[in-house]
């Protein structure tokens, strides 16, 4: 802002002339954040369309603008979630998908069935499933505590049980 324009309160500002001012900017922000326009124009769209619904609401606030890029980045968030577990495929397979990255994994199966059954509840809703500590709080019915520290403890034994494995081999 430079020193001669007025201050602008945002609950003065009405909706298109907000998307007007700040649009470019929001666009930007969402093309750092997806890494290509048409994703950037489309996450900014639905983000604006959002705050179009809520404007009454959050333009009484000092900070429309920062409710529009948690938005953005909780949007991509979720679309990125999503795709990251579809798996496209130019034809639809006639048998059933079955899951084989941890195939060649069996020992990491076989050292997880021996951990206490919360400890490998948490270690493979953080790893396999991808969840933060918040969801698997939730999940588990535990709090996010309880969560890092049985992570904690599980990934302790872990590296023990690797390491006695490893001078067993030496």
């Known amino acids: 802002m430079q020193q001669n ?8 500002v009405e909706f298109t002339d907000f ?12 093309y750092v954040l997806t890494g290509n326009a048409e994703d950037a124009a489309d996450l900014t769209q ?8 809520a404007w009454p609401k959050i333009r009484k606030r ?3 603008e920062g409710y529009v ?3 953005m980045a909780r949007l991509h968030i979720s679309v990125w979630r999503r795709l990251r577990r579809e798996r496209l495929v130019a034809v639809v ?3 059933a998908y ?8 069996t020992g990491l199966w076989k050292e997880l069935k021996g951990l206490p059954p919360k400890q490998r509840a948490v270690l493979v809703l953080r790893y396999y499933e991808d969840l933060s500590d918040q969801e698997i709080a939730e999940f588990l019915g535990i709090s996010r505590g ?14 023990v049980r690797a390491v006695a494995l490893e001078m067993r081999n030496v």
């Open 93 to 95: 397979p006639e048998v």
């Open 69 to 71: 890029r948690t938005t």
């Open 62 to 64: 000092d900070d429309p």
């Open 146 to 159: 309880t969560v890092r520290s049985q992570a904690a403890r599980a990934l302790n034994k872990l590296r």
């Open 5 to 12: 324009e007025p201050l602008v309160r945002p609950w003065s």
């Open 19 to 30: 998307v007007a001012v700040r649009g470019g900017a929001l666009y930007r922000y969402g």
């Open 46 to 53: 639905e983000a604006l369309m959002r705050l179009g619904d």
């Open 98 to 105: 079955i899951e084989d990255r941890f195939t060649d994994d």
